[in-house]
T-cell receptor, first 109, second 111 residues
C-alpha cells in the first residue's frame, strides 16, 4: 500500500519563527489533507490539497503531485500552533485514508 | 466545532466486554469514516461508509464491526475487548472524497 513519511518528527520553535513541514508519499494520490491535532486531542482540518498551493492566514501548503510531496508552511508561529501536524492521503484507485506519523511541534513563548 | 458528534466521550470497561461507539455526521455529509489512534500505532483507518454502504475497509479487526444507518449516523461495535484496544476512536465525515471533518473522539480504556 501507499506509504506516507513526514519530517521532521519533532520540531521546537521560538514564537515568531517560521517552519516548513514535509510529507512524502510513495504513489499517486487523489486526495491529500493536512490536519492539526491540538494538545486536547482535537483533529482540525487545515487544507485539502491534492495539488497546487493554498493559503489560509499564516498557514500555506503546496503539493507537487508529480514529485509526490507536500509542504506545510507555518509563518510567525504562535504558542497555539503547538500540537501534532498530520498529512493524510488517499491513493488513486482506492478509498483508504493513510496517515503519516505526524510532526510534533512545540512553540516556546 | 466540526459539526460531527461522537458519544460517549469516555468509556471504561473490562476485558472481554462489548461496547458501541456512536457517530453523527455533519448535516448533508454522506460519508462516515472510523479511525483508531493509539500511542504505538498512530492514526489507523478502520472503515468507511458512504450513504449506508461499506466503501473501504482498513485495519479493522474481525472483533470490530460497523454500520451506517438510513439517517446516516454510524456505530462502531467493539467486542471481546482486549487491553490493546484501549485507544482514542475518531469518527469523521465528508460530503464527497475531499475534506474530512473529525469528531472529538471517544477515549476507550479497557481494564
Amino acid at each position: 500500500g501507499i506509504q506516507v513519511e513526514q519530517s521532521p518528527p519533532d520540531l521546537i520553535l521560538q514564537e515568531g519563527a517560521n517552519s516548513t513541514l514535509r510529507c512524502n508519499f510513495s504513489d499517486s494520490v487523489n486526495n491529500l489533507q493536512w490536519f492539526h491535532q491540538n494538545p486536547w486531542g482535537q483533529l482540525i482540518n487545515l487544507f485539502y490539497i491534492p495539488s497546487g498551493t493554498k493559503q489560509n492566514g499564516r498557514l500555506s501548503a503546496t503539493t507537487v503531485a508529480t514529485e509526490r510531496y507536500s509542504l506545510l508552511y507555518i509563518s510567525s508561529s504562535q504558542t497555539t500552533d503547538s500540537g501534532v501536524y498530520f498529512c493524510a492521503v488517499v491513493g488513486t484507485g482506492g478509498f483508504k485514508t493513510i496517515f503519516g506519523a505526524g510532526t510534533r511541534l512545540f512553540v516556546k513563548a | 466545532d466540526s459539526g460531527v458528534t461522537q458519544t460517549p466521550k469516555h468509556l471504561i470497561t473490562a476485558t472481554g466486554q462489548r461496547v458501541t461507539l456512536r457517530c453523527s455526521p455533519r448535516s448533508g455529509d454522506l460519508s462516515v469514516y472510523w479511525y483508531q489512534q493509539s500511542l504505538d500505532q498512530g492514526l489507523q483507518f478502520l472503515i468507511q461508509y458512504y450513504n449506508g454502504e461499506e466503501r473501504a475497509k482498513g485495519n479493522i479487526l474481525e472483533r470490530f464491526s460497523a454500520q451506517q444507518f438510513p439517517d446516516l449516523h454510524s456505530e462502531l461495535n467493539l467486542s471481546s475487548l482486549e487491553l490493546g484496544d484501549s485507544a482514542l476512536y475518531f469518527c469523521a465525515s465528508s460530503i464527497g472524497p475531499d475534506t474530512q471533518y473529525f469528531g472529538p473522539g471517544t477515549r476507550l480504556t479497557v481494564l
